[in-house]
T-cell receptor
Framework: GQQLNQSPQSMFIQEGEDVSMNCTSSSIFNTWLWYKQDPGEGPVLLIALYKAGELTSNGRLTAQFGTTRKDSFLNISASIPSDVGIYFCAGQLTGANSKLTFGKGITLSVRP | DVKVTQSSRYLVKRTGEKVFLECVQDMDHENMFWYRQDPGLGLRLIYFSYDVKMKEKGDIPEGYSVSREKKERFSLILESASTNQTSMYLC??????????????FGSGTRLTVV
C-alpha cells in the first residue's frame, strides 16, 4: 500500500531545542494527522488538520496542513525528555472511507 | 474518551499454535483495524472491518484471519503461528461513515513472540 514519506528515520536533539518534522506525499490528502507513540504503547493522536493551510497548536506542538495538500509539518518547541518517542504522520485520501495512510515514523531522542 | 483495549500486553506462543488476539472498543465505533509494527517498516495494515461480520484484507493479510461477531470486538487470528509473525500488534478503531474527525484510537498493543 501507499505510504507517506517521513525522514530521517531517527533524530537526536538536545533538551530545550526546537525540532521540525515533515511528511510528504505524491497524492493529495484532505485530512492530515500527527501521532506520537511512547515506548511500549500504542500511538496517540496529537493534532488533526482538516483544511489546506491550516495551522494548529497543541501546547508546545504546532502542525500545518500544506497548501498543496501533499505535505504537513510538525514543530516541537523547547523539547523535554518526555518528548522521546516515534512520531507518525497520517493522511486520508479523498474517498478512502476512513482508512488512513501512515508514514513510517520518526524516532525522536532527546539528550538531557 | 474512547478506549481500545487489547487483551494481552505480552504473549509468547509456540510455532504452529493457533493464536487469538482480542480487541474491544467502548464507543460504538463502526470501523476497526489490525496493524503490525516492525522496526523500520512502520505500521502495516493486516485487516479491517467497517461493520459487524464484514472484513476486508489490508496490505499483509497472509497468515492471518479476523472475526467481528459484535460491533465492539475485533479478533485477529494467527491460524498457525510462525516465527516471522513475531511483532507488535496494534488494534485501532474509528467513527466510520467516511468521517475522520479524530482519526484512529489505538490500543496499547500486544507484543507477540513466536518461538
Amino acid at each position: 500500500g501507499q505510504q507517506l514519506n517521513q525522514s530521517p528515520q531517527s533524530m537526536f536533539i538536545q533538551e530545550g531545542e526546537d525540532v521540525s518534522m515533515n511528511c510528504t506525499s505524491s497524492s493529495i490528502f484532505n485530512t492530515w494527522l500527527w501521532y506520537k507513540q511512547d515506548p511500549g504503547e500504542g500511538p496517540v493522536l496529537l493534532i488533526a488538520l482538516y483544511k489546506a493551510g491550516e495551522l494548529t497548536s497543541n501546547g508546545r506542538l504546532t502542525a500545518q496542513f500544506g497548501t498543496t495538500r501533499k505535505d504537513s509539518f510538525l514543530n516541537i518547541s523547547a523539547s523535554i525528555p518526555s518528548d522521546v518517542g516515534i512520531y507518525f504522520c497520517a493522511g486520508q485520501l479523498t474517498g478512502a472511507n476512513s482508512k488512513l495512510t501512515f508514514g513510517k515514523g520518526i524516532t525522536l531522542s532527546v539528550r538531557p | 474518551d474512547v478506549k481500545v483495549t487489547q487483551s494481552s500486553r505480552y504473549l509468547v506462543k509456540r510455532t504452529g499454535e493457533k493464536v487469538f488476539l482480542e480487541c474491544v472498543q467502548d464507543m460504538d465505533h463502526e470501523n476497526m483495524f489490525w496493524y503490525r509494527q516492525d522496526p523500520g517498516l512502520g505500521l502495516r495494515l493486516i485487516y479491517f472491518s467497517y461493520d459487524v461480520k464484514m472484513k476486508e484484507k489490508g496490505d499483509i493479510p497472509e497468515g492471518y484471519s479476523v472475526s467481528r461477531e459484535k460491533k465492539e470486538r475485533f479478533s485477529l487470528i494467527l491460524e498457525s503461528a510462525s516465527t516471522n509473525q513475531t511483532s507488535m500488534y496494534l488494534c485501532a478503531s474509528s467513527l466510520g461513515g467516511g468521517r475522520v474527525d479524530y482519526g484512529y484510537t489505538f490500543g496499547s498493543g500486544t507484543r507477540l513472540t513466536v518461538v
